[in-house]
């Protein structure tokens, strides 16, 4: 086959492709050979398999992905436009541009949705999930816009880093392992990007005892654990509420609970396995500080459960009665470690630093 009847055939191909994208399909080889011949036989062209593979091939890629997932140290990849990415690692962020077009961009967000069967669309334009992605575990998150979707690539560590690598210096390692293994309840506060996630699943691989039964239950799976000691519950695998996934988990046995982010309901969620009298439990929350770490848990309590009747002081006092400590993590290392002791009765905050 010439140059030329190469190009008629491809270009076929990929407007059959990206119509049957945009209906939500993914068509599979068979299909995609069968329209190749049927095309052929009109335009009196041969058809060589080789070439048929090749187009398919070129089609269904993630090759543009794929490419910047080897980056050394890569934490994340933002694409507002199709060319355009911004890069960032453990060490620098910066921009690069790349040689995609738009429409092999958005062909590929939409293949990406297809294969992970998420809707994506004018009345669910957001979406955030959890897949593989050339042997790395990456959250995807796509924003819809008139002309192409922006997409984010976080990438979860495959493997965790040490507890000394969070630490800067050698007396805040005992005290962190201490109250790990003296069972207490923890939540790790931090902002976005800042390691809390890192740092959770350090202590989940290296600091909590192999023989413990642990259950992690998080809305996307982002904890990239894998133990025979460890059952991992996730909304995305099973399409139930976070508060269907704590009731099973109390069905499992475990020693300790482990709850994903802390984002908007799971803040109720957190509060029910504190409740359990499940001791060692372990969650993050999106905070300035370790302090403000327990305000913000009361706003979203109050927020997501009106019965609680705005009652900020009435909810503090709840929370401190079961949160034992709180880690507050920047920039990748702990900044604080708090001992909560009480409250006042207008709902001042008691504690003890121990970094």
């Known amino acids: 086959m010439n140059a030329a009847n190469f190009n008629l055939l491809e270009n076929y191909l990929s407007q059959f492709f990206d119509e049957k994208l945009i209906h939500g399909l993914m068509p599979s080889y068979n299909e995609f050979l069968y329209a190749s ?80 069967k998420i809707s994506f669309n004018h009345k669910e334009p957001f979406c955030s999930y959890t897949t593989q992605l050339n042997n790395y ?43 790990i293994k003296g069972r207490r309840n923890i939540l790790i ?50 399409n139930r509420p976070i508060e269907d996934l704590i009731s099973w988990s109390l069905r499992l046995s475990p020693d300790r609970i482990i709850l994903g982010e802390i984002r908007s309901r799971e803040a109720i969620s957190f509060l029910n396995i504190l409740n359990t009298g499940h001791k060692g439990s372990l969650s993050t929350i999106h905070a300035n500080t370790a302090k403000d770490a327990i305000d913000r848990l009361c706003f979203l309590i109050n927020f997501y459960n009106k019965e609680m009747n705005n009652n900020h002081t009435q909810i503090k006092k709840l929370l401190v009665s079961f949160i034992d ?21 207008e709902g001042a905050l008691y504690f003890e630093n121990k970094i």
């Open 37 to 116: 011949k049927m095309f052929s036989e009109e335009n009196s062209l041969n058809v060589d398999n080789l070439f048929m593979r090749e187009i398919y091939k070129n089609l269904t890629t993630f090759e543009p992905l794929e490419y910047l997932l080897e980056i050394d140290e890569l934490e994340e990849l933002i694409f507002q436009v199709h060319n355009i990415v911004k890069i960032k690692t453990a060490k620098i962020s910066y921009i690069k541009h790349i040689k995609l077009s738009e429409r092999k961009y958005i062909r590929m967000c939409r293949t990406l949705l297809i294969k992970n």
């Open 189 to 238: 506060a931090g902002k976005t990007g800042s390691g809390k996630t890192s740092l959770l699943q350090s202590i989940l691989i290296n600091e909590i005892e192999s023989d413990e039964q642990l259950c992690v239950i998080e809305d996307l799976k982002e904890i990239n654990v894998i133990s025979k000691n460890i059952i991992h519950l996730t909304n995305s695998d099973f």
């Open 325 to 345: 400590e709180i880690i507050y993590v920047d920039n990748k290392k702990i900044k604080e470690v708090i001992k909560i002791k009480g409250t006042s009765k």
């Open 137 to 179: 575990l990456v959250r995807l998150t796509m924003l819809k816009k008139k002309d192409c979707p922006i997409l984010i690539c976080r990438v979860m560590n495959k493997s965790s880093f040490s507890l000394k690598s969070f630490c800067t210096d050698e007396k805040h390692i005992s005290i962190v392992q201490n109250i």
